[in-house]
């Protein structure tokens, strides 16, 4: 099944500094005069591959809220309207460099916007009553199954640039992305180390439980991606049971300790105190007033960081569950009952953890990843932000 373009972009949505700038996207904001309208984009095909490089902007305007796309001079032209069973979107690719090469465009103010880019084939999309239906990659029947492919997240508005290398949905197709400030100086992120592309391949193989499943390979033999867990656990790659034994240990432990979750680093007077009875876990503030609770979760709510584990744009409950859901991926909340643990190097240590965003972490030169939807609770999101940008970049790396 296709799969909308209004779903939550799970690591953009995930990153609450880029939350607050879509929120404020039409305020006043003293960057305001400094950011234009559009911004280049340089992308640079040093993949070493052969295959015709086909890039696509989308996105919400934040002038007129709606869906569209934005073509190589950076102008929005909204979607037409969908229908039941959806139908072609009209064709919003922009041929991109050869390898070795590079290709500036420019990119508007959208919000929720993506970059996608596919190598040899273009992508399918669709339209349906709903909006834009994208790649759902993880039904084996989608037209995109087979095609090698990847995107970027991004948002620019009035308040600047977040652009991001994600891995919340898949690990494919290499990148990085970076943004050049008004000094003229660039910083980047999304780079894997040296042999990184394949290591994450193999290792996932050599991980025992299931996590090899998640690698989909093309008939000719070429791996295309790595799923992430809570796609895996939808295929049935891996078991519904894969995090049982550490969420029990969680539950077991906060029956008789107290979880103290500080979710603000600017406001470390800010507390909240979780202990489970009855199989729930109740958070109080410093008054002893329950403020949310929890059932026990379980791994898809883990994984992707909603169900069990919502995380609504409040105050309270939202930053509470990012916390968990940090703690649960990372498998810190046995060893450390204050949260969030910040420190990389206590993270992925229990045998029962998010191997997926594990493996990828090792393999990142900064070690910055978006492995889960949450990955930005301690800085360890591949995110890029600056607040006057001169130009954005990705950069298609090598397939080593």
């Given at each position: 099944m296709f799969r909308g373009f209004k779903r939550r972009l799970p690591a953009l949505a995930a990153a609450a500094a880029l939350l607050g700038a879509a929120l404020s996207a039409t305020g006043p904001s003293t960057a305001a005069a400094a950011v234009p309208e559009t911004i280049p984009l340089k992308i640079t095909n040093n993949s070493g591959r052969g295959d015709a490089v086909h890039v696509y902007v989308l996105g919400t305007s934040l002038t007129t809220g709606q869906l569209g796309w934005a073509d190589a001079s950076g102008t929005f032209h909204p979607w037409p309207a969908g229908s039941v069973p959806p139908i072609p979107a009209p064709d919003a690719s922009i041929p991109g460099p050869a390898a070795g090469q590079s290709r500036t465009i420019s990119i508007p103010k959208l919000a929720g916007g993506r970059i996608y880019f596919s190598y040899g084939q273009k992508l399918v999309f669709k339209l349906a009553t709903g909006g834009l239906v994208q790649p759902a990659v993880q039904n084996p029947s989608d037209p995109n199954r087979n095609i090698l492919f990847n995107w970027s997240e991004f948002t620019l508005n009035n308040d600047g640039l977040w652009i991001n290398s994600t891995q919340v949905d898949m690990f494919s197709a290499p990148y990085a992305v970076g943004v050049q400030r008004a000094d003229g100086s660039v910083t980047s992120t999304g780079h894997l180390k040296s042999g990184g592309y394949n290591g994450v391949f193999a290792t996932l193989r050599a991980q025992p439980g299931g996590w090899g499943g998640l690698i989909q390979s093309r008939s000719d033999g070429t791996v295309l991606r790595a799923l992430s867990p809570g796609y895996g656990l939808e295929t049935g790659a891996l078991p519904a049971n894969v995090l049982d034994d550490y969420i029990n240990r969680v539950w077991q432990k906060y029956a008789t300790t107290t979880l103290t979750v500080t979710p603000f680093a600017d406001q470390p007077g800010t507390k909240y105190y979780g202990r489970v009875?009855?199989?729930?876990?109740?958070?109080?503030?410093?008054?002893?007033?329950?403020?949310?609770?929890?059932?026990?979760?379980?791994?898809?709510?883990?994984?992707?960081?909603?169900?069990?584990?919502?995380?609504?744009?409040?105050?309270?409950?939202?930053?509470?569950?990012?916390?968990?859901?940090?703690?649960?991926?990372?498998?810190?909340?046995?060893?450390?009952?204050?949260?969030?643990?910040?420190?990389?190097?206590?993270?992925?240590?229990?045998?029962?953890?998010?191997?997926?965003?594990?493996?990828?972490?090792?393999?990142?030169?900064?070690?910055?990843?978006?492995?889960?939807?949450?990955?930005?609770?301690?800085?360890?999101?591949?995110?890029?932000?600056?607040?006057?940008?001169?130009?954005?970049?990705?950069?298609?790396?090598?397939?080593?």
């Open positions: 009875s009855g199989g729930v876990m109740n958070f109080t503030n410093s008054s002893g007033a329950v403020v949310t609770s929890f059932q026990k979760p379980d791994a898809p709510s883990v994984f992707g960081c909603h169900r069990l584990l919502d995380a609504p744009n409040d105050r309270v409950r939202g930053p509470i569950s990012r916390t968990l859901c940090a703690g649960f991926n990372r498998s810190t909340l046995l060893t450390n009952p204050h949260q969030p643990d910040a420190t990389a190097a206590n993270f992925y240590q229990d045998a029962v953890t998010n191997h997926y965003s594990r493996i990828i972490h090792e393999r990142m030169a900064d070690g910055k990843a978006y492995g889960f939807a949450f990955d930005d609770v301690g800085h360890h999101e591949s995110l890029v932000h600056d607040g006057n940008p001169r130009q954005a970049y990705v950069t298609l790396d090598p397939f080593s």
